[in-house]
Nanobody, 122 residues
Framework: QVQLVESGGGLVQAGGSLRLSCAAS????????MAWFRQAPGKEREFVAA????????YYADSVKGRFTISRDNAKNTMYLQMNSLKPEDTAVYYC???????????????WGQGTQVTVSS
């Protein structure tokens, strides 16, 4: 079992930056691939970014490529999402997720956090 807790959300103006964190507890964090998803009001949850357990591979949705950076610190059991050049369309609840493989975490993760709200004003 893996428990995930997100933090760092808030209200920011368009063009601003935020850094989200996802703290993990439970089984060995470093053996899990991790990802960020988001869900905007009235829309389905969508994939944002993923990172392998070894930090050697990262993937991004086209909508955030070049603006968002996913990273992790296995010694601190924490994953991050640095979000720059934020746009109003980035407004959503952001969720972190975990699973054994990069393929699984990008499609149907087993473990989810509760989410943190990000609101970008125009």
């Amino acid at each position: 079992q893996v428990q995930l807790v997100e933090s760092g959300g808030g209200l920011v103006q368009a063009g601003g930056s935020l850094r989200l964190s996802c703290a993990a507890s439970g089984r060995t964090f470093s053996s899990y691939a991790m990802a960020w998803f988001r869900q905007a009001p009235g829309k389905e949850r969508e994939f944002v970014a993923a990172i392998s357990w070894s930090v050697s591979s990262t993937y991004y949705a086209d909508s955030v490529k070049g603006r968002f950076t996913i990273s992790r610190d296995n010694a601190k059991n924490t994953m991050y999402l640095q979000m720059n050049s934020l746009k109003p369309e980035d407004t959503a609840v952001y969720y972190c997720a975990a699973d054994r493989t990069l393929m699984d975490v990008r499609s149907s993760p087993d473990y989810w956090g509760q989410g943190t709200q990000v609101t970008v004003s125009s």
